[in-house]
């Protein structure tokens, strides 16, 4: 569960809650999934100055990523998590992972 995981970032990192960059990425099955995914989440995410929308290959596999600053509480990053993830599962994608940038 997200809570869980902040706690345990925070603990290890020291960092404290607040607002920073978090990333999120969807491992999607081709490369025409991953330009339509950027495409819907620019929608919902508009693109800005903190806001990050892009699409990578590497070989085979295909990555939709989507940078913002949010808040780092667990229901800020469920409710991009559940966003994200309504778009990717129709294009093939599975599952939502999320991190803090380095900064």
Aim: negative net charge; contains cysteine; proline residues 3%.
């Amino acid at each position: 569960d997200n809570q869980d995981a902040l706690k345990q970032i925070f603990a290890r990192q020291k960092l404290v809650p607040g607002s920073t960059e978090v990333d999120f990425v969807c491992e999607l099955p081709s490369k025409e999934g991953s330009v339509e995914a950027r495409r819907l989440l620019c929608e919902v995410f508009t693109p800005s100055g903190t806001t990050h929308v892009f699409s990578m290959s590497t070989g085979d596999s295909y990555e939709i990523n989507l940078s913002l600053h949010i808040l780092t509480n667990a229901e800020a990053i469920t409710d991009v998590e559940v966003v994200m993830l309504n778009i990717c599962r129709v294009l093939g994608g599975k599952e939502i992972n999320w991190g803090f940038m380095a900064g």
